[in-house]
């Protein structure tokens, strides 16, 4: 009976042990998750908190800058010397509240009285006086002091008088608002400005709602707003005045996700912690080594994709992945940022003499040497070969900036140490800075390549950083932007051209249409750069509707059985693509079976949904999908496999070297395999030699395009070329 009853009681005992601390460990568990959401929550605010004092002093400090961009100039001052109410229109009044969202703008005379005045998008009457604010009047008053002491302590004080200005937060007619006043000042010794008769430039922002509800849009604050009285609790933040006065509110409802996240899962987490309590046990072990095991492999796995192997860096994905972090923030007002491109000199005379091993060990050294000068939060990457890239923060400052490179420079240069002896290169360093060079992640990379290419220009083993003096090709780049613009809105300097693509039979078998901009105000420019400037400007869209409507109304005309048209991933990124595609076809009358469009392999189409749709919606419509440059680009299979494809182009580099030795022969028949086994049409590109066309026939490729077939002709020449088609080529 006794032992019985310990039998039974042992089981009782163990249950009660795991019951109690079951319940111990949920107490503690509540205890500590009430904590935490208390922690997230103040932390939530916190964030907030400090977003907001970031977010107001990037708009006081915003507006100066705003200014300087077009009163340190010349022109200014001649302008409003002249009174030339229109110019400051179209440049310091109503184009900057347009522009950059100023409320109201002034400029005053040397007297300061006010000559011109733009309030809320309208021209004041310069025929009735304008009455300047007594505020305004006395912050223009204090720059004037600053002015005359800046004078008086510089022989030469012209920069630095154009460098100043004076802003406050001031209520003007009983509106809130943040005023900013700066001197108009020359930006060339061809305009003497004499002390004391600056013209001053007054921007005034109103603390608005709409003000309120930018700042809490870019961090999704909820009921922002600026007001007049103190309001209770935390969620706010003081603007004082130029005497430390708070003058007006920023207020905000504080988000509180800890609680917001309890209060919705709260019926869930119940009944999936009962259910899980049971598995608990049995699982946790089983678990916790599954899980640490996948950590490991997860993380080597992303360790091996974003880095290279060999050098133990950050490869180029990674670089770039990085750089396009680092660049907004940049922009948004966060730490300076410098983007370094190095290259070693004549490191393939250490490959050709000493061998790929010892290359390798030099590689290995150089990054090193690379990774000992940096900070922990710069970031070094090998971009392939002998390339190297490094993104540094917070120090984009000129003589920094110069310091780190030119020890970069002369740690790189000196001797390494390899098991094949001792080596010397040098090292070629190209700067580019966030804060110099405008645009996106592309624009800063083209910059930095162009100081790379000074650097070796000017005799190797030294850095040079980017000035827009240095880049022609950036300024030839922005002439055709401008000159872009101007020809879409002429509508009469593009011109299409037509190449033929003919069958073995030496029939028409389709014509690609070839954007040709003969006038171009400095002459034909080369498509390959003018469609680039086109894609990055945002104008793509317009001029490639242009293109195909040409190109189908050509093709209707002539009944070309097919007419193929080249499209950017930019045109394919546009949610209304494919209704322009098929509103094209509708007005020229042409079937969607004879279009054919072409995608380039060398450029990588975005996989996002909308290019998929447009895709997807066009092969259903009828209209073929074609990839050019096939196997040149980033993916043999992934283009053809995600999108559909319906045709392949063989690259001309291919075809050119068809017959040579290094394999090639074998590389096409390959290519030709595979795209009859996926049952796609093949067409060779570049065919220049009946030799080539006959090699190509031989593989079983039996469509061609190149000069060999004919070139790109003009409308009228290849309407009277008269290009056999299907079923009209005698016997």
């Not at 709602?209 to 933040?237: M, N, Q, Y």
């Not at 923060?393 to 020890?407: K, N, P, V, Y």
């Not at 894609?535 to 002539?558: D, T, Y």
């Not at 096939?630 to 182009?649: C, E, N, P």
Request: hydrophobic share 45%; glycine share 8%; proline share 4%.
């Amino acid at each position: 009976m006794t032992r019985r009853f310990k039998t039974h009681a042992f089981p009782t005992r163990l249950i009660a042990l795991i019951a109690t601390a079951t319940a111990l460990a949920l107490l503690s568990v509540v205890l500590v998750a009430r904590q935490a959401v208390r922690e997230v929550d103040a932390d939530a605010f916190a964030h907030q908190r400090a977003f907001v004092e970031r977010a107001v002093q990037t708009e006081a400090e915003r507006i100066p800058v705003e200014q300087r961009a077009s009163t340190h100039w010349d022109d200014a001052v001649l302008r409003s010397r002249a009174n030339d109410q229109d110019w400051m229109d179209d440049n310091l009044g109503l184009w900057m509240q347009e522009f950059y969202g100023h409320d109201r703008s002034y400029v005053l005379g040397p007297d300061d009285r006010p000559i011109y005045g733009a309030v809320e998008g309208r021209r004041l009457d310069p025929a009735i006086p304008i009455r300047l604010d007594g505020r305004l009047a006395e912050l223009a008053s204090r720059l004037r002091a600053l002015i005359a002491e800046t004078q008086a302590a510089e022989e030469d004080a012209a920069e630095a008088v154009a460098e100043l200005s004076f802003g406050s937060t001031v209520l003007l007619e009983g509106q809130p608002v943040l005023v900013s006043i700066t001197p108009i000042m020359p930006d060339s010794d061809g305009v003497t400005q004499a002390a004391g008769e600056e013209y001053l430039h007054v921007a005034v922002q109103y603390l608005d709602d709409t003000l309120a509800r930018r700042i809490g849009e870019a961090d999704s604050l909820r009921d922002a707003a600026f007001v007049r009285e103190a309001p209770e609790g935390e969620a706010k933040l003081a603007l004082h005045d130029a005497g430390g006065a708070p003058l007006v509110w920023f207020t905000w409802t504080p988000d509180q996700p800890g609680l917001r996240l309890v209060q919705t899962m709260k019926p869930v987490v119940t009944l999936f912690g009962l259910f899980c309590l049971g598995l608990f046990v049995a699982l946790v072990v089983r678990l916790w080594f599954s899980a640490r095991y996948l950590q490991r492999s997860e993380a080597e796995a992303r360790y091996l994709a974003s880095h290279d192997a060999l050098a133990g860096l950050p490869n180029r994905m990674h670089f770039e992945e990085r750089l396009a972090e680092a660049l907004p923030a940049a922009r948004a007002g966060g730490a300076r940022m410098a983007l370094i491109s190095v290259d070693l000199d004549h490191f393939k005379k250490v490959n050709d003499t000493l061998g790929h091993a010892a290359g390798d060990e030099l590689i290995r050294q150089v990054s090193s040497r690379m990774l000992a000068q940096v900070r922990r939060s710069d970031t070094v990457a090998r971009l392939g070969g002998d390339e190297f890239g490094i993104i540094l923060i917070g120090m984009a400052e000129g003589e920094a900036l110069a310091t780190f490179c030119a020890g970069l420079v002369h740690l790189l240069s000196l001797p390494y140490q390899l098991q094949a002896g001792l080596v010397q290169v040098s090292a070629s360093i190209g700067v580019a800075t966030a804060e110099e060079v405008g645009g996106g992640v592309e624009a800063l990379q083209r910059a930095a390549d162009a100081a790379l290419y000074r650097a070796k220009l000017d005799g190797r083993s030294r850095f040079c950083i980017f000035t827009e003096a240095m880049d022609d090709g950036l300024r030839r780049r922005h002439a055709i932007e401008r000159d872009l613009r101007l020809a879409l809105a002429a509508g009469d300097q593009f011109d299409v051209h037509y190449q033929p693509i003919l069958d073995r039979d030496g029939s028409l078998f389709a014509a690609e249409a070839l954007l040709r901009w003969p006038g171009a105000p400095g002459g034909p420019v080369s498509p390959e750069l003018f469609i680039g400037v086109a894609e990055e400007s945002g104008m793509i869209e317009e001029l490639g509707l242009w293109v195909l409507r040409e190109a189908c109304a050509f093709a209707q005309q002539m009944a070309l059985p097919k007419i193929s048209v080249n499209v950017s991933a930019v045109q394919l990124r546009s949610a209304r693509f494919t209704a322009d595609v098929l509103a094209v076809l509708q007005s020229t009358g042409l079937p969607p079976q004879r279009l054919e469009l072409e995608l380039t392999e060398r450029c990588a189409l975005d996989s996002g949904a909308a290019t998929h749709r447009n895709l997807k919606d066009l092969r259903a419509a009828g209209v073929m999908i074609a990839l050019d440059d096939f196997a040149t680009g980033h993916s043999l299979l992934q283009y053809v496999r995600d999108f559909d494809i319906d045709v392949i182009k063989i690259d001309q580099s291919f075809v050119s070297r068809l017959g040579s030795v290094d394999g090639t022969d074998q590389v096409v028949r390959a290519l030709v395999d595979l795209g009859h086994a996926m049952g796609l049409e093949i067409i060779a590109e570049g065919v220049e030699t009946e030799a080539q066309r006959e090699a190509l026939i031989g593989i079983g490729c039996h469509i061609f395009q190149g000069y060999l077939l004919g070139r790109p002709l003009s409308r009228e020449a290849f309407r009277g070329a008269g290009f056999p088609q299907a079923g009209e080529r005698p016997a």
